[in-house]
């Protein structure tokens, strides 16, 4: 069922409903969790990826099922810590974006849809690109001019989708599709796959039972912010497991924005209860450089519900996070670090303990945006044999 998180009315599946039609809210898929009662053991048999879930997910026949086997991404204890890094940049094009894109496009190629369009700061497009090249669709993915690295636009352009850049920000990508597509007069125009399509998010949510599967239920679930999507679907997971009565506790959700691109974060900080949208997002994570997160109603609520909190970080402290994770062998893209640099600030601020067992929810790979990498490095340079074997005995000697 759909189900409207403001009025609560009620609608049966469509793949292509995404709002009330009484109050305009973005709709919840509920799943009637007393009909699925589905046996945690047989579940062990099956291969750990997101269609695993499967008695969780939307009823897709088997010759629909477009996947590229994501999910099952490794959790990583950080070394001396009771921190968990669950590396979503290993789904099969970099981002967990892959969890839900499974899922909406197999929707997509279930109802025979020719065209998929989506907006993006650009792990959408690459994601979203992907799985229509492998369901035969035609993807056409609309970006920020200039605002999407270059990693994920090499992925797009790799896996065939068309690309249009538009002046502006995300947003202005994202209204544009909303406009063309989504209210266009003329039907089934192209099947978007923003995260305003509530089955996407279901695929999101699987990353809450790997983590169950692997530890159990942590204190906090740290998530970079942008459109403000997988922060609900993570919560989502946690609470259906609890509904099914698989555990007794449930993690407090943490929503990290980037200081310049903090409508939701910003707002909770200052008491409100609604975001304070903002024109023109500025943040060296692209990925989450977003200024009006249409999710932010169902984002709010969860991270209310769960007792948590948003917070934000400066574009110092995600660079200093992605070069500690580099440390430790993690790399992530700045968006990702996010959820790093928040841990480390709330470590200091003894808002969590050391104690706690925090998972830190690290987006997407670092190799997408190499630009922010490479910008203030330096290669050493040597004359001559023994002046790199001079290199040597310092490093030895560290
Ligand atoms: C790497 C990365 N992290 C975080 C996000 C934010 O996710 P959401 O828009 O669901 O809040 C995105 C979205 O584009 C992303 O690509
Ligand atoms: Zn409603």
């Known amino acids: 069922m759909l189900e409207c998180p403001r009025c609560k009315k009620l609608y049966n599946p469509d793949p292509h409903k995404f709002a009330c039609n009484k109050c305009g809210e973005l709709l919840d898929a509920k799943i009637i969790l007393d009909r699925v009662r589905p046996s945690w053991n047989d579940r062990f048999e099956r291969r750990i990826h997101v269609w695993r879930y499967r008695d969780l997910l939307p009823e897709i026949d088997n010759e629909n099922i477009v996947t590229l086997y994501e999910g099952g991404t490794p959790l990583i204890k950080l070394s001396g810590s009771n921190v968990y890094v669950k590396f979503e940049g290993l789904n099969p094009t970099g981002s967990f974006k892959d969890r839900g894109m499974t899922v909406g496009v197999s929707i997509a190629k279930s109802i025979r849809v020719k065209t998929i369009i989506v907006a993006s700061t650009g792990n959408t497009a690459a994601s979203a690109a992907a799985y229509s090249a492998r369901a035969g669709i035609e993807c056409l993915v609309v970006l ?19 690309i249009v850049e538009v002046e502006g920000s995300f947003d202005k990508a994202l209204d544009i599709v909303i406009t063309t597509v989504v209210n266009s007069k003329v039907k089934g125009l192209a099947y978007p796959l923003n995260s305003f399509n509530v089955w996407r998010l279901e695929g999101q949510k699987t990353l809450a039972y790997e983590v169950f599967e692997e530890i159990g239920i942590p204190d906090w679930v740290i998530v970079p912010v942008g459109n403000a999507g997988n922060i609900y679907a993570i919560w989502k997971g946690f609470k259906e497991l609890y509904e099914l009565g698989l555990c007794n506790k449930l993690p407090k959700m943490i929503g990290v924005q980037a200081e310049g691109a903090s409508p939701i974060a910003s707002a909770w900080i200052r008491g409100l209860n609604i975001p304070l949208f903002t024109d023109n997002p500025k943040t060296v994570a692209s990925a989450i450089r977003i200024g009006k997160p249409v999710n932010w109603y169902r984002a709010w609520r969860a991270v209310s519900e769960s007792g948590g909190f948003f917070t934000i970080v400066n574009d110092d402290e995600i660079i200093k996070a992605q070069k500690i994770l580099g440390k430790e062998g993690i790399s992530v893209e700045p968006a990702s670090a996010s959820s790093m640099a928040a ?7 003894g808002v969590i303990d050391r104690k706690d067992l925090t998972i830190l929810v690290a987006t997407g790979h670092g190799l997408k945006d190499p630009d922010i990498i490479l910008k203030d490095f330096q290669t050493m340079s040597v004359k001559n044999i023994d002046e790199l074997v001079n290199t040597v005995i310092n490093l030895n000697s560290t």
């Open 343 to 349: 841990y480390l600030r709330l470590i200091n601020e």
């Open 144 to 162: 920020p001019k200039g605002g999407v690295a270059k990693g994920k636009l090499v992925q797009a352009i790799l896996h065939g989708a068309k």
